[in-house]
């Protein structure tokens, strides 16, 4: 695959919104340059400021990454940047106000950034898609935005979103058109689906594992079509179809099919064996995480009464069981009491050194970004109402 041939269109936005910049007062903000260091981190994987980039986030590990594309066509991992905040609990956002963060394959395009968001700067990320209105599910305006302040959002420090915004910027004036974004309620490994296969939503991540394999086995950008009321991946279909109509024959290159089964049946096997001894799990959060790093921090965010850590738990199969397992899930009050979330504060700060330590080793979490800014901008104390 080969970089996207400059398009007219996208350039002509860019242009319009730096004439407006300087003519009407649009934020200056949204035209701050790429940081030195991460323009130097793109050259170091083999990238550039115009190539297209892909974002990958993952709720459970409150981690979103930016991907930027080589000449070759691949992506690679370019940068991990913790969130601030998101709400809601793991599972997919259903309806209007229900205060969950999407969970699915979406497209960004230059018409969704905004830079007058009064949470500094903001994306859309494009729910619903295809897929979700067939399904029958509402609520929109889902942004990737700053203020540390979430409300159904994936929320970012204003130094966060201001870098984000510059390499997607930078990526549309290169000639990408549309920008996917890849929403996990977790990282898609046989740990986590181990521990999360009695979970309701189990059937559904397995279908976003599809996607996530095709991506970790191709490092290309997955094609993304619906049928059967679920997602497919990089396959064209005989015949006309609707997300909710039976899948036709799928045609799809039998070299990736053969690598991303064998992944598959690789994990798979895993999974089975992790499953004999790793409990199985519901995971519930008084409304939504954070990264570790902003614990320290958690009087500064948007309801911290909110920000005590998730409880794991315990659910069988076995009905007796399982119905003690429901009672406790039930009696769960989604109201934690300040002093209780500043006793989280206290306990956890001192594993935020120790934790963003931890990242250090591993290339996919080679975390600038914690160092360049993880605490939460005065911008944090705007009043939630006003628009995204």
Not at 8 to 22: E, G, M, N, Q, S
Not at 78 to 92: E, I, Y
Not at 326 to 350: E, F, G, I, N
Request: net charge positive; proline share 7%.
């Amino acid at each position: 695959m080969k970089f996207s041939v400059l398009r007219p269109a996208v350039v002509a936005f860019f242009a319009a919104l730096t004439l407006a910049a300087c003519n009407d007062g649009v934020s200056h903000r949204s035209l701050a340059p790429i940081p030195p260091e991460t323009a130097a981190l793109m050259e170091k994987v083999g990238s550039s400021k115009e190539a297209p980039m892909l974002i990958r986030a993952y709720k459970k590990e409150a981690e979103l990454e930016i991907w930027k594309m080589k000449s070759d066509g691949k992506y690679v991992h370019l940068k991990t940047f913790p969130m601030c905040r998101w709400s809601g609990q793991l599972g997919p956002k259903t309806r209007e106000g229900d205060r969950q963060v999407p969970e699915g394959f979406y497209s960004i395009t230059p018409a969704q950034m905004n830079p007058n968001s009064s949470y500094y700067l903001s994306f859309n990320v494009g729910y619903p898609n295809q897929l979700d209105k067939a399904l029958g599910h509402s609520g929109g305006t889902i942004m990737v935005h700053g203020a540390c302040s979430s409300a159904g959002c994936f929320s970012m420090t204003d130094a966060q979103i201001a870098e984000i915004y510059a390499i997607a910027r930078s990526s549309f004036n290169g000639g990408q058109t549309a920008i996917q974004m890849q929403s996990y309620p977790f990282r898609m490994t046989p740990e986590n689906l181990a521990k999360h296969r009695l979970d309701p939503n189990i059937g559904f991540w397995k279908n976003l594992k599809e996607g996530n394999d095709h991506f970790e086995v191709t490092k290309e950008e997955p094609q993304v079509a619906y049928c059967g009321k679920r997602y497919v991946f990089n396959a064209t279909m005989d015949g006309r179809t609707d997300p909710v109509s039976a899948c036709p024959t799928l045609k799809q290159d039998p070299e990736i099919v053969a690598s991303v089964s064998a992944k598959s049946a690789k994990d798979e096997e895993k999974i089975a064996a992790l499953s004999e001894s790793v409990r199985p799990v519901r995971v519930v959060y008084q409304d939504g995480g954070m990264h570790p790093s902003f614990f320290s921090k958690v009087a500064e965010a948007s309801r911290p009464e909110a920000l005590s850590p998730p409880e794991e738990i315990a659910v069988n199969d076995k009905p007796a069981q399982a119905g003690k397992a429901s009672s406790q899930l039930a009696s769960k009050s989604p109201v934690v009491t300040m002093a209780a979330a500043k006793a989280v504060a206290q306990t956890r700060a001192a594993e935020t050194a120790g934790a963003a330590h931890a990242f250090a080793p591993d290339p996919r979490r080679e975390l600038s970004a914690l160092a360049d800014d993880v605490g939460p901008t005065s911008s944090i104390k705007r009043a939630t109402s006003a628009k995204k």
